[in-house]
């Protein structure tokens, strides 16, 4: 093996090294706004049931104070 084989062998390591670098930090980065959309899903979840919660403890009240008989 001469000199510059073994030069070409090293630059295209080093390249193939780089793109793994920048493989991996786009895949770091895919995982992260993965995590952020569902935190953010969960917590647009979480509203919706509270307000579904409070709609119905609203209509239990109205049906609580119609059935009530006054003797």
Same mark, same amino acid.
């Given at each position: 093996?001469? +000199? @510059? !084989?073994? %030069? !070409? /062998?090293? %630059?295209?390591? #080093?390249?193939?090294?780089? @793109? %793994?670098?920048?493989? +991996? *930090?786009?895949? /770091? @980065? =895919? =995982?992260?706004? *993965? &995590? =952020?959309? $569902?935190?953010? +899903?969960?917590?647009?979840?979480?509203?919706?049931?509270?307000?579904?919660?409070?709609?119905? %403890?609203? /209509? $239990?009240?109205? @049906? &609580? +104070?119609?059935? !009530?008989? #006054?003797?």
């Amino acid at each position: 093996m001469d +000199n @510059n !084989s073994s %030069d !070409s /062998m090293c %630059d295209a390591r #080093v390249h193939a090294y780089k @793109n %793994d670098e920048h493989i +991996n *930090g786009d895949i /770091m @980065n =895919l =995982l992260a706004a *993965g &995590d =952020l959309i $569902k935190l953010e +899903n969960l917590e647009q979840q979480k509203q919706h049931t509270q307000a579904i919660r409070k709609k119905l %403890d609203e /209509m $239990k009240s109205q @049906n &609580d +104070n119609q059935s !009530s008989a #006054v003797f």
